[in-house]
């Protein structure tokens, strides 16, 4: 967290969980490549990481910065995706419950591509957390393009 310009202990002393999700996703999504993500996105990505740390909090989970730049790292690969593609689904015949699932499965597929991008437990440095968004954007691509 300090590559990135923030301070843990006073994260954690932040009793307002949205102002530290905002904090986070801020400092994140500046060090992306241009277009990556457009700022409603990142607005996006800041209210379910807060939320995810609300749901985290409640549930008596132990979140480290290593879980929430995991956390954060899954939310803009799905986000980034779904923007990327979404003009490609809108001329698709799709249902209202297929393009749901499809959105799930982005999700889903997001989620275990954080699982393995390697991110320092300790919270990951800005390059790593790029490298860890590029290669999940280009791994998403590779396979949802092909069905």
Known sequence: MRDLGLDYEALRANPNIFDVAHQIAQKVCEDL???????AEQLEVVGRLAEWLIESDAAGADVSLGHVAEEAVALILAEAYLVETASKLNTKDMTGAQRADFEDGIRQAAEELAAYANLSPSGPSPAEFMKAIEDGLEYLRAVYEES
């Open 33 to 39: 490549p241009e277009g990556t993500i457009e700022t």
